[in-house]
């Protein structure tokens, strides 16, 4: 039985790599992390443990109005077994704020996780990204060219967006009110 439980330092080899092979297959396949996040605010941070190994992980930051989701990464191998839902049926009872909220981009999985659990879409807009085959982004003063470029852009701008840059997502704002 996999085991939910809060994270541990030594967990950090093992947090990395499920966060690695989870955002893989994604529209976040290139949103890497080398080192454990840490917050400067509150944070509640759970895994999901199998045969000592992280195979699930839930980051939620506290505000003062709100707590967001920072994270959630299930291992490939062990998607739709109920494991996000366990994590988050175990973070709630921690939270003493009205709301939840976490953000995402176009993946079906993530999409429907976040519909089915409770969450609906309040808020959208567009995270572009410039890659060395896009041209036309003017260099700062003192810069010989922009290769590569994030940016964020309202999505009133999409259809622009998409027109001059390869690489556009929607990235959705979704709560739950508690
Ligand atoms: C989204 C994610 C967290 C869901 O985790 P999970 O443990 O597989 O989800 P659960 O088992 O609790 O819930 C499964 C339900 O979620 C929905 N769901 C999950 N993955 C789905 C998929 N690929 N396609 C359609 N529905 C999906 C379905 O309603 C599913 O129920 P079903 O299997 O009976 O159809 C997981 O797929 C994941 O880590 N994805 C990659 C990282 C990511 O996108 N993170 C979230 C946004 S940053």
């Not at 809060?6 to 955002?23: I, M, N, V």
């Not at 930051?61 to 988050?88: K, M, N, S, Y």
């Not at 079906?108 to 519909?115: F, I, P």
Request: proline share 4%; with cysteine; aromatic share 10%.
């Amino acid at each position: 039985m996999t085991e939910i439980r809060e994270y541990r330092d030594s967990d950090a080899d093992s947090w990395l790599r499920c966060r690695l092979l989870s955002f893989f297959p994604t529209e976040y396949f290139d949103d890497v992390v080398v080192e454990r996040p840490t917050f400067s605010n509150l944070a509640h941070r759970l895994v999901a443990v199998d045969h000592g190994a992280v195979v699930g992980l839930m980051d939620v930051e506290i505000f003062p109005d709100r707590a967001t989701i920072a994270v959630l990464a299930i291992h490939p191998d062990h998607q739709r077994r109920g494991l996000a839902t366990r994590l988050l049926d175990a973070v709630l009872p921690r939270l003493s704020v009205d709301v939840l909220d976490a953000w995402t981009r176009g993946d079906a999985g993530a999409n429907a996780w976040y519909q089915r659990s409770g969450f609906a879409e309040e808020f959208r807009y567009l995270h572009v990204y410039k890659t060395w085959s896009d041209e036309g982004l003017v260099a700062p003063e003192g810069v010989d060219r922009v290769v590569t470029a994030f940016l964020q852009a309202p999505i009133s701008a999409e259809a622009a967006m998409r027109e001059r840059f390869g690489r556009v997502h929607i990235c959705r704002q979704y709560v739950r009110r508690l």
